[in-house]
């Protein structure tokens, strides 16, 4: 009988462990949005580290979503920019995904202007 309580106790812990790590991502797969912008504006390049990790991948200047240039109409910070891309993941990101992060330079440092995450079903 110790052997089956211990077998059922594994399953249990495997059934909790896939209801918490793979339902909310299919939660947020199926009723989650394909894109959310600006969502960060006016966070710290620190805080938006502690959200979503390190970067993946940077560059001076503004650079778009697929290279996108600005809209003629946008009037952009004044300062250094940096656009900063970050790969969501982990128990915390479910949802997975790409996020583009535009900061500029203030006298708190560098501070979120501008920001888009868009899912991995997206094709940039």
């Given amino acids: 009988m110790s052997r089956h309580v211990t077998k059922q106790r594994v399953w ?3 059934l909790i462990w896939v209801s918490l790590v793979y339902l909310p991502r299919l939660a947020c797969v199926i009723f989650g ?25 940077e560059y001076p200047g503004y650079s778009g979503v697929g290279g996108q240039v600005p809209d003629p109409s946008w ?8 656009t900063v891309i970050y790969h969501p993941r982990g128990l915390f990101h479910p949802e997975r995904g790409t ?20 899912s991995d079903f997206i094709q940039i």
Avoid at 41 to 53: A, K, N, R, S
Avoid at 75 to 82: F, H
Avoid at 104 to 118: A, I, K, M, Y
């Fill in 75 to 82: 009037t952009l910070p004044e300062t250094a920019i940096r």
């Fill in 99 to 118: 996020l583009y992060v535009w900061y500029c330079q203030t006298e708190d440092g560098w501070v979120c202007f501008g920001s888009t995450w868009f």
């Fill in 33 to 57: 949005a394909d894109m959310v912008y600006d969502k960060l504006i006016g966070q710290t390049e620190l805080q938006v580290m502690w959200g979503y990790g390190e970067a993946y991948r």
């Fill in 12 to 14: 249990t812990i495997v």
